[in-house]
Structure formats: C-alpha cells, structure tokens
C-alpha cells in the first residue's frame, strides 16, 4: 500500500510517520525544498531564532507527547517563570491581571484591582452576572457576543490583543462556535461567562503555572526527529521542492496527484496537510463544491520581525515575557500587535549580555510586510526603542514573512468544514488535515494529522 502526504508541516509529518509505523510506503510531497511548514528555527550567533510558532501548550498533550514519542521527552522545557506578560495601552505597560482565562478572569481579586479598566468598565463588565442568554443556534463573531454581554473595553483592552494576536486578524470577525466554542458552552450551562469563569477556576488544580512549553533546541528539532525517523524507512520517498497541483482518481480508485515537475503519482490514499486554498486547487478538478468551500476560508498575513540586542542598548533590560498592544487613543497605531521578549521566556534562546526581541506584525499592518526588509527593520527598531528605550541599534535582524497563510476562522467556518465534508464524502481515501480547519496550534494540527492518517489506514485496512 502507498500514501502520498502533500505538505511536510507538522501535520503532514505527523500523518506521515503514522502511516509509515503502520507498514505503509509514504511519499511526501512540499513544494519548499526543506520540511517544517512554519516551523522553521534558525541558529545564528549564538541566538535561536524562530521564524513561526515558538512553542505549544501543555493542556493539549499531542505536540508533547509526538516529541516524547521520537526521543525529544526530556527536551521539552517550560517558560522561565514568573510569567509576566504586559499590555501595551496609550503607550503604557500593564501587567495583565493574574488568573485570566483566554478572556474571562478565574479570579475575581486581580480584575477588580487591574488598572487596565476604568471602575466604569468593570462595572459594564459586571453587568454580564445579571443579562439573559444572547446567543441562538446561529454562529456569531466573537467580538458582537463579547461586546454584548461584557462592554467594549474587554474587547479592546483584551480580547482582541489576545485572540486576535493568535490568529492575526480581529475578533470581530472570527466565529465563536470555531474559535471559543466554550464561550457557547458557559452560556448556555451558566448563563453569565464571568459565573462560568470563575467556576472553571475555582476546580483548577492550583499552583499549575504557564501552559507554553517549546524544545530546547528548539521546534526545528522536532521536524528534524520526524524526518530522520522517516528518511529511516525504506518504503518512504521523498519529493521536496516541488509543488502538489493536482489529484485526480482512475477507474480502479488509486489515486494520481500531478506535480509541477509533470511527474504523476499513483497511490492508494492521498494526504492533503497543504493550506485549504491549495488543497482547493488540487481537488477542484473532481470535487469542484469542495474547492468553492476551501477557498471561502480566509488567509491573513502576519510577518515575524526578530532582532537581537546587546543588553547595553537598554537603560534597564526588559521585564518580564513581553506585551500585546491592546490599543491606543492615539495616531498612528504602532504597527506591531506585540512583542516577546524571548531572551526572557526561554532559556537558551540568545547569549550572555544580549536581548532578543520578537514583534508580531498582524494583517493590518500588511502595507508594512510588503515593504523592504530596511524599511520594516526600521518602523519595528522606532517601536522598540519608544516601548523599551533600545538607544543602539540591534545586532541581529531577522524578518518572516507569512503571506496568506494565517487561516482565519471567520463567521461560519463549521458550516464550510460541513460542506466541504460531504463534497469530498464520496472520496475517504483523500484526507484533508491541518491548520486551515480544525485548530490552528500545533498541538491541533498534530491531531489532525494523526486523524488523518488513522483515516487512511481504516480505508486500506478495508
Ligand atoms: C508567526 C507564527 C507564529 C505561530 N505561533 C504559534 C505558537 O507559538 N504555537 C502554536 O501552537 N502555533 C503557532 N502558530 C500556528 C502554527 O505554527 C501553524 O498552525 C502550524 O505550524 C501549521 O502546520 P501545518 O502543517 O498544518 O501547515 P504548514 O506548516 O503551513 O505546512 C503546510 C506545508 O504545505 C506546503 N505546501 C503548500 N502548497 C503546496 C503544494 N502545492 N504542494 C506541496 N506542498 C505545498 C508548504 O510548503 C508547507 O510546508 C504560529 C504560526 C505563525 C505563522
């Protein structure tokens, strides 16, 4: 039996060694020369830089334990406590109120006592406690439910900075039954999201400290494990540096996907682990309702701009884990969603006496990312040196930029996931996995993977 992955990202590579564990032939498939997807780690002068993701969660156990699984246990690391995390307002640093959830507060003191809302705004936060139920079975973009029950401020201040930075777009725009389906679930079972937060925190084990773990080494390690497992094997081929472009099946039901190279392979199961406007070329030509559907889910663009400091260039070094901007009265907007100050959140990550620095620019700053590299250096090196008074240049300077690549989970996206589902019900042996659909974090996009290939094998088993 043969597979082909297409896409070497951490799903596809999750999927491809289940498979080859299984006594499958893999053939993997990227259109880039090397593996990873996002994940891409970067060695250079004694600092480890990341260019995508820089760590996964502990409460979701499928990135942790895929490392554990290829030899990497004992490299997993936690974040350097305390974790002080900050929120940029008007240009001033407030420490993020201890005990938050993604958005709700799991305890009561430290939100009252935040100087991040006026008592006003507490106040209208409080309302929630005693409005009725808002949301019907219909879908709804975060931003309206949260305004709704808890104000303005929260959105603002908060909720936008924290699940906006995640996804590189605005709350009010992504879909709270994909995005925060707990949010549904506080409600309908609590009514008040504040009652239902405060709830989940009183059951939470205590002491438990950051979720966020990464590697050692970094997360370019756990591609490197996963492709050396696989390059160990001897059904699995490998075609890097060259595009998937499109699939197509025979009478006999194997499957032929079309390279860019004009080479065709034949196999009996095909995962796509490609970002869902790509997947959608590559079945539109059999399936072309579940191409419409792939394509109606949005990509932003987000670009990672990284720079490295000697810690003389600082009058104090900066604290704590870094800051998310969480708006400002004023104009312009500074064009960075935020920074983390790696040096400080991990151990590791850059040498004696040095400060590396990573911002985020988000979509709204996509004029920005399409300029050259000096001119984005320049407008992230003016933002550090007003946010942590940087008076020298830095040392080290990085850029990534991820063009439409950010899925974004807008309003609907489970009724697209549906559609695409039954347009594709007729073909079990092609799966579809990876960030654009059911979660965009590695430990989601590791299980996805992983459901897929279990997918694949219950089709060639049968
Ligand atoms: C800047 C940034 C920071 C992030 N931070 C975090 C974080 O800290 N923690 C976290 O959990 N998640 C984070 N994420 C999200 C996470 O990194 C991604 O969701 C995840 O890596 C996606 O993995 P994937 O394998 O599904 O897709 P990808 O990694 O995008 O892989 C898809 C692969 O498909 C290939 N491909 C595309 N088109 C074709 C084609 N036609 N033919 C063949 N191959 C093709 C691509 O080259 C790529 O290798 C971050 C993402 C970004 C961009």
């Known amino acids: 039996m043969r597979a082909v992955v297409v896409g070497a990202g951490v799903t596809g590579l999750a999927a491809a060694v289940d498979l080859v564990d299984a006594g499958v032939e893999v053939t993997l498939v990227d259109a880039a020369p090397q593996a990873g997807g996002k994940i891409r780690t970067e060695h250079v002068d004694g600092f480890l830089v990341e260019h995508g993701p820089d760590s996964f969660v502990s409460y979701r156990p499928a990135a942790?334990?895929?490392?554990?699984?290829?030899?990497?246990?004992?490299?997993?690391?936690?974040?350097?406590?305390?974790?002080?995390?900050?929120?940029?307002?008007?240009?001033?640093?407030?420490?993020?109120?201890?005990?938050?959830?993604?958005?709700?507060?799991?305890?009561?003191?430290?939100?009252?006592?935040t100087r991040l809302f006026t008592w006003p705004q507490k106040l209208h936060a409080g309302l929630d406690v005693l409005l009725p139920r808002y949301l019907g079975p219909e879908d709804m973009a975060i931003g309206q439910f949260l305004r709704h029950r808890l104000g303005p401020a929260i959105i603002e201040r908060l909720a936008d900075p924290l699940i906006g930075g995640i996804y590189g777009t605005s709350i009010e725009e992504l879909s709270l039954d994909a995005v925060l389906p707990m949010l549904r679930a506080y409600e309908d079972e609590s009514r008040s999201l504040i009652l239902a937060s405060l709830k989940a925190g009183r059951k939470a084990p205590k002491g438990a400290g950051s979720p966020f773990r990464t590697l050692r080494g970094g997360?370019?390690?756990?591609?490197?494990?996963?492709?050396?497992?696989?390059?160990?094997?001897?059904?699995?081929?490998?075609?890097?540096?060259?595009?998937?472009?499109?699939?197509?099946?025979?009478?006999?039901?194997?499957?032929?996907?079309?390279?860019?190279?004009?080479?065709?392979?034949?196999?009996?199961?095909?995962?796509?682990?490609?970002?869902?406007?790509?997947t959608a070329a590559m079945v539109e030509g059999e399936r072309p309702a579940a191409a419409v559907a792939l394509r109606a889910i949005p990509h932003a663009s987000t670009a990672v701009v990284s720079l490295g400091y000697r810690a003389e260039a600082f009058p104090t070094p900066?604290?704590?884990?870094?800051?998310?901007?969480?708006?400002?009265?004023?104009?312009?907007?500074?064009?960075?969603?935020?920074?983390?100050?790696?040096?400080g959140k991990w151990a590791g990550r850059a040498p004696d006496r040095t400060v590396l620095?990573?911002?985020?620019?988000?979509?709204?700053?996509?004029?920005?990312?399409?300029?050259?590299?000096?001119?984005?250096?320049?407008?992230?090196?003016?933002?550090?040196?007003?946010?942590?008074?940087?008076?020298?240049?830095?040392?080290?300077?990085?850029?990534?930029?991820?063009?439409?690549?950010?899925p974004k989970y807008t309003v609907g996206h489970k009724d697209r996931l549906a559609t695409i589902d039954a347009a594709l019900a007729d073909r079990p042996r092609w799966?579809?996995?990876?960030?654009?659909?059911?979660?965009?974090?590695?430990?989601?996009?590791?299980?996805?993977?992983?459901a897929a290939a279990a997918a694949v094998l219950a089709q060639l088993g049968g």
Do not use: K
């Open 64 to 113: 942790a334990a895929l490392a554990s699984r290829f030899g990497l246990g004992n490299d997993i690391i936690s974040v350097t406590e305390p974790r002080i995390v900050y929120l940029r307002r008007d240009g001033e640093m407030v420490a993020m109120p201890e005990g938050m959830g993604l958005v709700l507060p799991t305890r009561l003191g430290p939100f009252v006592r």
């Open 219 to 278: 997360l370019g390690d756990l591609i490197d494990a996963l492709m050396a497992h696989l390059r160990a094997e001897a059904g699995y081929v490998e075609r890097l540096g060259v595009a998937a472009v499109s699939l197509t099946t025979d009478d006999a039901g194997r499957s032929h996907l079309r390279l860019a190279s004009g080479e065709v392979l034949v196999a009996d199961a095909v995962v796509l682990a490609t970002p869902s406007p790509t």
């Open 318 to 343: 900066p604290v704590g884990h870094g800051f998310l901007d969480a708006g400002t009265g004023r104009t312009p907007r500074s064009p960075s969603s935020g920074c983390t100050v790696t040096s």
């Open 357 to 406: 620095i990573r911002s985020f620019l988000p979509e709204r700053s996509r004029a920005l990312h399409q300029r050259p590299d000096n001119e984005v250096y320049a407008a992230v090196e003016r933002d550090i040196a007003e946010t942590f008074g940087a008076g020298e240049s830095p040392i080290l300077r990085r850029i990534a930029r991820w063009d439409g690549l950010m």
């Open 431 to 450: 799966q579809l996995a990876g960030a654009s659909y059911r979660g965009v974090g590695l430990p989601d996009c590791v299980t996805s993977g992983q």
